[in-house]
């Protein structure tokens, strides 16, 4: 019953340095979303994806990429970390019905220094 | 364009107490709107959902919102506040009323809620 599952947890980068935020989910949902929260901001989605090898950008993509080949996983890469960066990442999936509801992730936390 | 507005940052209420987070909503159609609540350190959890049924709606943990069409207000309450409500609750609202298949949601900046003993 682990649903989605977010690694890793905690993460600090220097400015420059490129790291992936890894993402998988076993509940076989087409639709994937990744977002970063910051101090009352609320949550911001950066891309989302609707099923293996379709992605698209969200309202804050830029110095972010991604990839679907699989259904399951959704990785999120920095390519060049900057401090903007700093922030909690959080994936989220959903199933076809139209509900809206979206299963979240535990949540990534990473510091650009 | 779809977006919510959250009332209040923080709200602080006695054990016991009534609590109310207060929500407001722009949609140019009859939108679907969300309460998620998030405790320190962990992911996202869905409270209650409307979806154009019925207007007063009923979610997890004793919580229940109503939704205004003529106040574009989508408040949440609850009738009596315990020590594990003690959370950030956000606001959503979604674009799958006009159709999209998408889903993408539209978070507020989120209520601080501290509940005292």
């Known amino acids: 019953n682990a649903g989605v599952t977010q690694t890793p947890k905690f993460r600090i980068l220097k400015i420059g340095q490129s790291m992936t935020l890894q993402c998988t989910q076993d509940m076989n949902h087409n639709y994937m979303y990744w977002y970063r929260q910051d101090p009352g901001m609320g949550l911001k989605l950066i891309y989302y994806s609707v099923g293996a090898g379709i992605t698209d950008k969200g309202e804050v993509p830029n110095g972010y990429n991604v990839s679907r080949s699989t259904t399951e996983d959704f990785p999120l890469r920095l390519e060049l970390a900057a401090p903007s960066q700093t922030s909690v990442y959080f994936c989220a999936s959903r199933g076809g019905q139209n509900t809206g509801e979206l299963f979240f992730g535990e949540g990534s936390r990473l510091t650009v220094l | 364009a779809q977006s919510v507005t959250q009332l209040d940052s923080h709200v602080s209420v006695s054990e016991g107490t009534p609590v109310l987070l207060r929500c407001n909503y722009s949609s140019s159609y009859s939108p679907s709107l969300f309460w998620y609540v998030q405790h320190p350190n962990k992911g996202l959890q869905l409270l209650l959902k409307?979806?154009?049924?019925?207007?007063l709606v009923k979610g997890i943990n004793g919580f229940e919102a109503e939704f205004k069409k003529s106040e574009t207000s989508f408040h949440l309450t609850k009738p009596s506040a315990h020590m594990s409500d003690a959370a950030e609750y956000f606001c959503?609202?979604?674009?799958?009323?006009?159709?999209?298949?998408?889903?993408?949601?539209?978070f507020g900046r989120g209520t601080q809620l501290t509940v005292w003993p």
């Open positions: 409307y979806t154009s049924a019925a207007t």
């Open positions: 959503v609202v979604s674009d799958m009323g006009r159709g999209s298949t998408l889903g993408r949601l539209y």
